[in-house]
């Protein structure tokens, strides 16, 4: 069986985010594909983070209760049955690289699960985390960078 897959229209693993789906530009997530999903998988969840962060990691993204048939996520969207949790930005939905200084990596993480987590809209990438133990059947990780001008 082939491996959990996810990519990105707009930059390669490990390259560089174009300034459109930063704070840089129109701010909006990239164009996502998702292939290969685990026959038995009941939900997919994304998190996006900022492990360079001068305080830590930063949470761009958390989405969950993305059908296991999502094969596409469109840049400035997300599935209409997913649920966003809130970010470091404090908001619901995506916050897009906005680095004080330096190139700092995002780590897209795609997890296909096989239940749906039972948790409100705005909740944290903890509170997913913590729900998604046991949980995960298989996980896919896209990486990229940006540096502002």
Not at 31 to 39: A, C, D, F, S, Y
Not at 108 to 129: H, I, N, R, V
Not at 142 to 147: A, F, K, M, S, V
């Amino acid at each position: 069986m082939d491996k959990l897959h996810f990519t990105s229209q707009a930059f390669p693993n490990n390259g560089m985010i174009p300034p459109e789906y930063t704070c840089d530009g129109a701010n909006v997530n990239p164009p996502l594909t998702i292939r290969n999903v685990p026959p038995k998988s009941g939900s997919l969840a994304l998190i996006a983070d900022d492990p360079d962060a001068p305080r830590g990691t930063w949470v761009h993204w958390v989405v969950w209760n993305m059908g296991p048939d999502t094969t596409e996520i469109p840049a400035n969207s997300a599935p209409g049955e997913a649920l966003h949790g809130t970010n470091d930005f404090g908001k619901q939905g995506y916050g897009g690289p906005c680095p004080p200084s330096g190139t700092h990596r995002y780590f897209f993480k795609l997890y296909a699960l096989d239940t749906s987590p039972a948790l409100k809209p705005g909740a944290t990438k903890a509170q997913l985390e913590e729900a998604m133990k046991g949980h995960i059947i298989e996980k896919a990780e896209l990486i990229g960078y940006y540096r502002r001008k």
